[in-house]
């Protein structure tokens, strides 16, 4: 029999073989009917099957089955993989467990609707539109008719000297009570991050066997492009390198969490009176690293490799902060005679 009634609950399960393969699973029916149709289509789809070509049958794939592959696949060697796994399954929840080929036009105005309605903003959006196109590629399915939203251009934030002295001496020379024991640890972290530009999460991968003395320099093997680099280290970078190593050259310097940095962020921040100011953010010690070294007369070119920028257009963001350059050029100009 193909479909049959199975335990208390009354559901009907199909059991059949098609080319050499068996299915014996749960309808998920309570009516013969309902389970025949079932057991109908899981037939038609396996004499189907062979037939088809693999963007096909990834066409016929639901969405979270799709999202499990590219997490194996894809996400779980990732640095973050909380992020990725919790768009997905918000996506799910405002696109449905749809097959990938329903991932349409009009499903993804709609997504776009849902996601405006609900509060985010632009750059949110664009991050689970990304998401979305990440695992269509994956699975070779068509996506680009998934079209970014245009995001605002905001301020570089960048902190004055001042500032970073403000927030470097709370951190470290204010009396914390246990739970706040770890603050003067990322008093060093500041200092470093805003020497060399690296990420946050860069800082934190960082060994003490990636640290090269003899040639003043830091290798970054682990970041955000797969693209391992090394950056200079100003004295006080070594200094506090050398001043928190032990004898074991596999521990990192900086034993913290992201939320353990944030969270001592986030105090020094209220206690400077800048709590309000939604850009003074860790991050912006990276565009205070580049923007340093731009007013210092370094080339654009210089300083992406230094921040290990994807393309120049990247870099390009910090070209507005060097005004001595306009002013050398407009002298050069008025040379010509």
Not at 108 to 121: C, D, S, Y
Not at 130 to 155: A, C, M, N, V, Y
Not at 193 to 204: C, F, P
Request: proline letters at 4%; a positive charge.
């Amino acid at each position: 029999m193909a479909v049959y009634k199975r335990g208390a609950k009354g559901v009907f399960y199909m059991n059949f073989t098609v080319n050499g393969q068996r299915v014996f699973k749960s309808t998920g029916k309570f009516t013969k009917k309902e389970a025949k149709q079932v057991e109908a289509m899981e037939r038609q789809k396996l004499i189907d099957e062979p037939l088809m070509t693999p963007q096909e049958r990834n066409a016929k794939m639901f969405l979270e089955d799709a999202i499990k592959q590219v997490f194996e696949g894809k996400w779980k060697n990732n640095k973050d993989t909380h992020g990725p796994k919790a768009r997905s399954k918000y996506l799910v929840g405002l696109l449905g467990n749809v097959p990938l080929a329903k991932i349409d036009d009009d499903a993804v105005a709609t997504l776009i609707q849902k996601l405006e309605a609900n509060g985010n903003k632009p750059a949110t959006v664009n991050r689970y539109l990304s998401t979305l196109k990440t695992i269509l590629r994956f699975k070779r399915q068509p996506w680009d008719h998934i079209k970014l939203r245009k995001e605002k251009k905001g301020r570089l934030r960048v902190l004055t000297k001042e500032e970073e002295n403000m927030m470097v001496d709370l951190l470290r020379n204010t009396k914390h009570s246990e739970r706040r024991w770890f603050y003067p640890d990322v008093a060093d972290l500041v200092e470093v991050l805003v020497d060399t530009g690296m990420r946050l999460s860069e800082a934190l991968s960082i060994r003490y066997e990636n640290v090269n003395y003899p040639s003043n320099l830091i290798h970054i093997w682990v970041n955000k492009g797969d693209k391992p680099r090394s950056v200079p280290m100003t004295k006080r970078v070594a200094a506090i390198m050398k001043r928190r190593k032990n004898d074991d050259d596999t521990l990192q310097p900086f034993e913290l969490t992201v939320y353990q940095a944030d969270k001592a962020w986030a105090w020094a921040r209220e206690e400077m009176g800048l709590k309000e100011d939604k850009e003074f953010i860790i991050h912006a010690l990276r565009h205070t690293c580049a923007s340093r070294l731009v007013n210092k007369g370094i080339d654009l070119y210089v300083v992406k490799e230094w921040l290990g920028h994807s393309t120049i257009q990247v870099t390009e963001r910090y070209a507005h902060l060097s005004p001595h350059k306009l002013a050398h050029a407009v002298m050069k100009l008025e040379e010509i005679e």
